[in-house]
């Protein structure tokens, strides 16, 4: 038993040591990229009052999403203009790239469009997300419900011919 004890102690301490050093190489490797996050978000003026405005319609349309998560079918018509303005963000990102000083303070737009895929399309896509999982399980109480509802329907069947 006491041979048993010390195996397993000995490869807890090996695992504890892997954890570690996978734990350590993880956040090497990761620094670079937050860094690289966190240098993004710093260069932003989130002063500016589009930047706010576009912080309001991000959260104005998450509250829209949550309070209206009963009524599937304004929700598919969110999703689909979510979804359609990801689709867009290219053509949007030529617009204010060539339109830029009549609203901002600096050029955030640039050719492969990462500020507006960050700030406008992320949201979205989480937006789109959450949508397509509340239908899901929206789907899948309606098939609780009619399975429900066969059943019933099956056992009155039973029943009334057993009269």
Same mark, same amino acid.
């Given at each position: 038993? $006491? /041979?048993?004890?010390?195996?397993?102690? @000995?490869?807890?301490?090996?695992?504890?040591?892997?954890?570690?050093?996978?734990?350590? /190489? +993880?956040?090497? @490797?990761?620094?670079?990229?937050?860094?690289?996050?966190? @240098? =993004?978000?710093? &260069?932003?003026?989130?002063?500016?009052?589009?930047?706010?405005?576009?912080?309001?319609?991000?959260?104005?349309?998450?509250?829209?999403?949550?309070?209206?998560?009963?009524?599937?079918?304004?929700?598919?018509?969110?999703?689909?203009?979510?979804? &359609? %303005?990801?689709?867009?963000? /290219?053509?949007?990102?030529?617009? #204010?790239? $060539?339109?830029?000083?009549?609203?901002? %303070?600096?050029?955030? =737009? $640039?050719?492969?469009?990462?500020?507006?895929?960050?700030?406008?399309? @992320?949201?979205?896509?989480?937006?789109? +997300?959450?949508?397509?999982?509340?239908?899901?399980?929206?789907?899948?109480?309606?098939?609780?419900?009619?399975?429900?509802?066969?059943?019933?329907?099956?056992?009155? #069947?039973?029943?009334?011919?057993? $009269?």
């Amino acid at each position: 038993m $006491d /041979e048993l004890k010390t195996a397993m102690n @000995g490869h807890m301490d090996q695992m504890q040591e892997l954890v570690e050093k996978i734990s350590s /190489e +993880l956040r090497i @490797g990761m620094q670079p990229a937050m860094d690289n996050f966190i @240098g =993004f978000f710093h &260069a932003i003026d989130w002063k500016e009052p589009w930047l706010v405005g576009l912080m309001v319609f991000h959260f104005v349309t998450l509250i829209i999403i949550l309070t209206s998560r009963k009524n599937i079918n304004f929700q598919m018509s969110l999703f689909l203009l979510s979804l &359609a %303005g990801v689709y867009l963000a /290219e053509r949007l990102n030529t617009v #204010l790239s $060539d339109n830029w000083k009549s609203f901002a %303070g600096q050029n955030y =737009f $640039d050719r492969n469009g990462v500020f507006l895929s960050v700030l406008w399309s @992320g949201p979205l896509l989480v937006f789109s +997300l959450i949508i397509l999982v509340n239908t899901l399980f929206s789907l899948c109480q309606l098939m609780v419900k009619w399975k429900r509802a066969e059943l019933r329907h099956r056992a009155k #069947l039973s029943t009334t011919k057993q $009269d």
